[in-house]
């Protein structure tokens, strides 16, 4: 009895966790499709808001920024990042303690911090290098905070790997180039996708960074949000939001039965 009791506990736990992470989604879901621009009130079913989000230019434009912006950082940091994360691996004793702390201070550092930081980095390069606040200092900051998720993410697939795997294949003939191109990053792929796409959801999702070092001009849609707050929310966006809620989703259920398929295949 107290074991059904424990399960049932668990059960409704789990289900509270679940209901309040996905409720405040599935309310933005409905009301995109609600006729009133209140989301007070319920007007009945439209699809007004998605064709007016084709023709919101703001919105397209933060939208274009936005995922321009988190494709390029992305993977200039994962390029970054890889090649980072095999060099603090092969590193030993106090320098490899050393890189990893500093590794763990972006990450652990408030966002209003790296900011802020940026910023001040920004106006003082101006008065060298004639930088101006704009695209190039929002995907330079974006590429600087992507970078250490990366390496998080590659480093623990080269920790999995056998301690003699490259030395087996330099005393096979092998070239180093051709060792890490063909041996090294195949065994670690796993965890270049993942800081990859840890990467580019860190700058669709960032607001405080890219405030701080954004210029005229140039806007994502966290701080195009952002600014329509004050004015109240455009259904526009809850229509928007939904698309990519559905993208994400259609993404995952793809690379999970994906999977399931290369598994299934392997096993037979």
Same mark, same amino acid.
């Given at each position: 009895?107290?074991?059904?009791?424990?399960?049932?506990?668990?059960?409704?736990?789990?289900?509270?966790?679940?209901?309040?992470?996905?409720?405040?989604?599935?309310?933005?879901?409905?009301?995109?499709?609600?006729?009133?621009?209140?989301?007070?009130?319920?007007?009945?079913?439209?699809?007004?808001?998605?064709?007016?989000?084709?023709?919101?230019?703001?919105?397209?434009?933060?939208?274009?920024?936005?995922?321009?912006?988190?494709?390029?950082?992305?993977?200039?940091?994962?390029?970054?990042?890889?090649?980072?994360?095999?060099?603090?691996?092969?590193?030993?004793?106090?320098?490899?303690?050393?890189?990893?702390?500093?590794?763990?201070?972006?990450?652990?550092?408030?966002?209003?911090?790296?900011?802020?930081?940026?910023?001040?980095?920004?106006?003082?390069?101006?008065?060298?290098?004639?930088?101006?606040?704009?695209?190039?200092?929002?995907?330079?900051?974006?590429?600087?905070?992507?970078?250490?998720?990366?390496?998080?993410?590659?480093?623990?697939?080269?920790?999995?790997?056998? @301690?003699?795997?490259?030395?087996?294949?330099?005393? @096979?003939?092998?070239?180093?180039?051709?060792?890490?191109?063909?041996? +090294?990053?195949?065994?670690?792929?796993?965890?270049?996708?993942?800081?990859?796409?840890?990467?580019?959801?860190?700058?669709?999702?960032?607001?405080?960074?890219?405030?701080?070092?954004?210029?005229?001009?140039?806007?994502?849609?966290?701080?195009?949000?952002?600014?329509?707050?004050?004015?109240?929310?455009?259904?526009?966006?809850?229509?928007?939001?939904?698309?990519?809620?559905?993208?994400?989703?259609?993404?995952?259920?793809? +690379?999970?039965?994906?999977?399931?398929?290369?598994?299934?295949?392997?096993?037979?």
């Amino acid at each position: 009895m107290l074991r059904k009791l424990e399960k049932i506990g668990t059960k409704a736990y789990i289900g509270l966790i679940f209901f309040f992470l996905y409720a405040p989604i599935a309310v933005l879901i409905v009301f995109s499709f609600n006729d009133s621009k209140s989301m007070a009130t319920w007007n009945g079913f439209t699809l007004k808001w998605y064709s007016e989000l084709l023709n919101n230019d703001r919105i397209l434009t933060a939208l274009y920024y936005t995922l321009g912006i988190a494709l390029v950082s992305s993977i200039i940091a994962t390029i970054i990042g890889t090649i980072s994360a095999i060099g603090i691996h092969k590193s030993k004793g106090f320098r490899k303690k050393l890189l990893l702390n500093i590794n763990y201070i972006p990450v652990l550092n408030p966002d209003i911090v790296t900011g802020i930081s940026l910023m001040c980095l920004f106006i003082f390069l101006r008065g060298f290098m004639n930088i101006s606040f704009g695209l190039l200092t929002m995907l330079l900051a974006h590429i600087t905070f992507n970078i250490p998720y990366v390496i998080l993410s590659v480093l623990p697939k080269l920790k999995q790997l056998p @301690l003699n795997l490259e030395d087996a294949a330099l005393d @096979l003939g092998a070239t180093p180039s051709y060792a890490m191109r063909k041996i +090294i990053l195949p065994q670690i792929k796993p965890g270049i996708i993942s800081g990859f796409l840890i990467a580019f959801t860190m700058s669709i999702d960032d607001f405080v960074i890219s405030f701080f070092t954004t210029g005229p001009g140039v806007t994502n849609l966290s701080i195009e949000i952002y600014s329509m707050a004050r004015r109240g929310i455009k259904p526009e966006i809850n229509a928007l939001s939904t698309i990519m809620f559905l993208l994400v989703l259609i993404l995952l259920l793809f +690379i999970n039965k994906k999977d399931s398929i290369v598994r299934s295949g392997s096993i037979e």
